[in-house]
């Protein structure tokens, strides 16, 4: 009986190997199939792109080659450079340069695509005139991966004036850094040259210089999505951009999180300096991104602020915060929607640093120079007109240093209003005879005959 028993055992344990070997060969099987179907359908979307791209149909090939790249998984070369190309045919400079980065991620010393992308660089700049952030940011992370370290200090010292433009600076070295290989070899050279210039933002990340530390692990390290910001000599974070993928989703209490971030900040020989701060943060899965936004309705600090009830309700946000924090969440108390001649005495009893709400106790600010902010190719050809309405924050020396978009336009066009204003001066704005940053309603209009602020 027992031996029977041991043979049924061993019959049985037979029968469950053979039915797994079965079912992986089945799984491997399925999985070819799937690979093959991929491949095919790719290969459908590049026939039908390149097809739609041979007829200038510049706009349909650009989506075309995009979907070709995703069924792929994006491991497509070809997909790249045919979205690449299309973007740059139309004039979507801000698109040209994304792909442009992608590209240059899998693309050799000796690659003639190269020279390619920086000819389109330079087409991009001159059809902008240096005033469109994105192309900027691309153009920086471009230029940095092709080793051109005198031409990205060439445009910082040409297009880069107030602390929010300067931040773009930081696109010449965050990819490397976030493959975790060592930093730039221009990165120092950059770092010597702007020094050289009488550069005041930030420096990048280099072997000189001790790289900030996170204090408080306010944000979930990890693999997701790659950003980055600049850390200030006190340790905050501000200017925080979504580098990659351009697509993923920040919900807004992760946003949040990363803008509570402190740090011990950088050094260079013994001297706190602000410096560059590439990261990357996990990201929630897609459900639990959706009930973090419907949970956090605010998807910024002007909306939290914009939601709060009161004067009392203001103060007290101010009082948990400390009035010392940096600019970019001071300026958030531009959005209060409460009586500035209440507001601003309580704010400067707890030694708030500044912007106030404009209050009849305040000598306004007087615009100096308003240069008109400039159309986009790509907005005049489909015939955009509007106005676009930003929150500022004049200084107490008269410069804009924080813009939030309340009314956006479409094409680019926001993008070209807040370089336009972020290059305005103003007499500023003065309490009891001494200037203060203050925050201003500004509205630039765009109109296919003359765009004017």
């Not at 001159?126 to 940095?144: I, N, Q, R, Y």
């Not at 493959?179 to 009488?198: D, K, M, W």
Request: overall charge negative; hydrophobic content about 45%; glycine content about 8%.
């Amino acid at each position: 009986m027992a031996v029977r028993r041991s043979i049924c055992s061993v019959v049985f344990l037979g029968f469950l190997l053979a039915l797994s070997a079965t079912l992986a060969a089945e799984e491997e099987k399925e999985a070819r199939k799937a690979e093959d179907k991929t491949a095919e359908r790719r290969e459908t979307q590049l026939a039908k792109a390149r097809e739609l791209y041979g007829r200038g149909r510049h706009e349909k090939a650009g989506r075309a080659f995009e979907l070709a790249a995703e069924e792929g998984g994006g491991d497509c070369p070809e997909c790249l450079l045919g979205a690449f190309r299309a973007a740059a045919a139309r004039g979507r400079w801000d698109e040209a340069v994304v792909f442009a980065g992608a590209m240059l991620d899998e693309a050799k010393e000796d690659d003639p695509v190269r020279e390619e992308v920086a000819g389109v660089l330079r087409k991009a700049l001159e059809s902008t005139g240096g005033g469109d952030p994105d192309v900027l940011w691309g153009t920086f992370d471009v230029l940095a991966r092709l080793g051109r370290a005198s031409e990205i200090v060439r445009l910082a010292h040409l297009h880069l004036d107030t602390p929010q433009e300067k931040a773009l600076i930081c696109a010449a070295d965050v990819r490397p850094l976030l493959n975790e290989t060592a930093s730039l070899p221009v990165a120092a050279e950059i770092n010597e040259q702007l020094r050289g210039l009488g550069w005041e933002g930030p420096l990048l990340v280099s072997d000189q210089i001790r790289r900030p530390r996170l204090r408080n692990k306010a944000y979930p390290e990890g693999a997701g999505a790659r950003m980055a910001g600049v850390v200030d000599r006190t340790g905050f974070l501000h200017e925080v951009r979504l580098v990659r993928p351009p697509a993923a989703r920040i919900t807004g209490d992760l946003r949040d999180r990363v803008r509570r971030a402190t740090f011990d900040p950088a050094t260079w020989r013994g001297q706190r300096v602000e410096v560059c701060y590439p990261f990357s943060v996990k990201l929630a899965s897609a459900k639990e991104a959706a009930r973090a936004e419907r949970a956090a309705a605010a998807g910024s600090l002007y909306e939290i602020v914009r939601a709060l009830d009161g004067v009392d309700a203001v103060v007290e946000m101010v009082e948990k915060a400390g009035a010392q924090v940096a600019l970019a969440q001071r300026a958030a108390i531009c959005a209060a929607e409460v009586d500035p001649r209440e507001l601003n005495p309580r704010l400067r009893q707890l030694g708030w640093q500044g912007p106030f709400l404009d209050d009849d106790e305040i000598v306004d600010p007087v615009p100096r120079l308003t240069p008109s902010a400039k159309y986009t190719e790509r907005a005049r050809e489909v015939g955009v007109e509007g106005k676009v309405v930003l929150s500022a924050v004049v200084d107490e020396n008269g410069r804009v240093v924080h813009l939030e978009p309340v009314e956006r336009l479409a094409e680019g066009l926001t993008g070209m209003a807040s370089s336009a204003v972020l290059g305005w001066t103003y007499a500023p704005a003065t309490f009891e005879g001494v200037a203060i940053p203050v925050c201003l309603s500004v509205t630039v209009e765009f109109k296919l005959e003359s765009p004017t602020p």
